[in-house]
């Protein structure tokens, strides 16, 4: 860990979203100077986190950020994990070094200077408010026999959700995860060049736990995040959860495909039978939406038939 890191980290973890502290007596817990104490909570800013600053008062989390703990998430998940405070994207990380990982390798960071999303757009990943992970997994088979696992991973992720009690789930084709009508999570998977007897494939998930409101403003779409809950989730213990879902859910999928899981992702789907529209950009195409096919299409009912969608430049609206 960097030494600007361990002083930070320090400095969050006396700091909370409760009640005002004093720079003097952060200063006096540390052994630094107020300066330091200063420019430390100067620099977090930049890191998306709000500390709120008042004469006479001193410092206050605007929101309250979690931290996972190293050692519980390395001793809890039974594959390489790879836990950093900053870093391009964990993604990049893994596409970098897939010559070394074995399926089921795990990258997780607290902040993401270079987070992606589909389509290239930016995943707004301010410090330690979020879940930002990716897993590594090869196949032994062919890219086109990998063809729908990003609805396989959602569905995973709603699963693993599910079973820490999160209500109000939702899966919007293909692979965005919803709370209550909003983003809440969304997912990036990316090809390892390999043999094409053989697919390797990174899979980026982001998980949105505490929006800060100033961090929020950045995104161009509504969006949600797990703040509401009567009980705060444990990031540690919900990675841990998740990765052991996701690793049950893609080898089921790599002996049986999509097929056990279209009923699982019809249960939480948000347009199931109703009016939408399929952009195809320059073309749209309206119709009844009838949910996925075993491909992991999407199915459209129109006047004349109903018919099978797939690809990457695709987007799924209401009508």
Known sequence: MNNHWVRKREILALLNAKNFVSGEWLANELGLSRMAINQHINSLADYGIEIFSVKGKGYKLATPITLVDEQKLINGIDNRCFYFDEITSTNSFLLNHYEDLKSGDICVSEYQSAGRGRRGRQWVSPYAHHLYASLFWQFDQPPAKTVGLSLVIACSIVEGLSHLSVTGLGLKWPNDIYLEGKKLAGILIEMVPTPQSSTSLVIGFGINLNMPLSQGELIDQPWSDLSGLMEPLN??????CLHKQLK????????FGLAPFIKQWAKYDLYDNQPIRLIMSPN?????????DEQGAVLI???DSVKAYIGGEISLRSA
């Open 235 to 240: 990031k540690t213990e919900l990675l841990i």
């Open 284 to 292: 749209e195409v309206c119709g009844l939406y009838k949910g996925i």
């Open 301 to 303: 009912e129109t006047e």
């Open 248 to 255: 049950q859910d893609i080898q089921t999928f790599a002996k």
